[in-house]
């Protein structure tokens, strides 16, 4: 499976629009997870990786299945490890640790469903982390992973959390991360997306020139947009 897509190239918003025009009705975005390593926002910081799934469970779930490898051990070099964390948990399920054999087995980063600890040793090592928050706790006693390359099925959680749909991320989507924000780009998507993402790159480069020179945002969109 190819590590490497020419979806590197354009922003999370250029992609979430392009799958807005292809109907995908939540444009491939995962809300509020958000870049937390190797620092708050750095536009130069970004993800463009297959994904490696891993579900959690709560640690009092004895029915879920054992692992029996840490799935840190079994991510494929040139992966991004994407975990989904029980949305009552308020421990974290990632920390320094993980990231040193995440990073020394040549995974990308890690897109957390969930939260995170050690943010210092994460920006000491510069790896990517991605989450909704973080904990002092760790993933001991709380929770626990039970599956690897699974679909996982990533729900909004908060406010207004039954208006959004949920994702779903396959093992192997391409996942795209950077300081807007996290987005799922299915395998069978990528080339559409590149295509209508280099057109929206166009039409934009246009918006901008003219909106500069002082024209109206209204009139700009409708000659370039149709709108």
């Not at 299945?65 to 992966?79: E, I, K, N, R, W």
């Not at 994407?82 to 920390?95: C, D, F, L, M, T």
């Not at 920006?123 to 626990?144: C, E, I, K, N, Y």
């Not at 699974?150 to 908060?158: D, R």
Request: charged residues 20%.
């Amino acid at each position: 499976m190819s590590t490497s897509s020419s979806l590197a190239n354009f922003s999370t918003c250029e992609i979430s629009d392009a799958l807005i025009k292809l109907s995908v009705p939540h444009g491939g975005h995962i809300p509020d997870i958000h870049m937390v390593s190797p620092n708050a926002s750095n536009s130069e910081t970004r993800i463009c990786s297959p994904a490696y799934t891993v579900q959690m469970v709560l640690a009092s779930d004895t029915s879920a299945p054992q692992l029996s490898a840490h799935f840190v051990d079994t991510a494929p070099m040139g992966s991004v490890i994407v975990i989904a964390a029980p949305p009552e948990a308020k421990s974290a399920v990632w920390g320094g640790l993980m990231t040193a054999g995440a990073q020394a087995r040549g995974a990308t980063g890690v897109i957390i469903s969930g939260r995170c600890r050690d943010l210092a040793e994460h920006r000491a090592l510069g790896f990517h982390v991605f989450s909704r928050g973080h904990s002092t706790l760790g993933q001991s006693p709380f929770t626990r992973p039970t599956a690897v390359n699974v679909p996982l099925t990533i729900s909004p959680q908060g406010p207004g959390a039954e208006t959004f749909p949920a994702v779903t991320v396959e093992p192997g989507d391409w996942m795209i991360a950077d300081e807007d924000g996290v987005v799922c780009v299915p395998r069978d998507l990528e080339q559409q997306v590149i295509g209508l993402a280099t057109k929206g790159r166009a039409v934009d480069k246009l918006c901008m020139e003219d909106i500069k020179a002082g024209k109206g945002i209204k009139d700009t969109f409708k000659l370039h947009r149709g709108k």
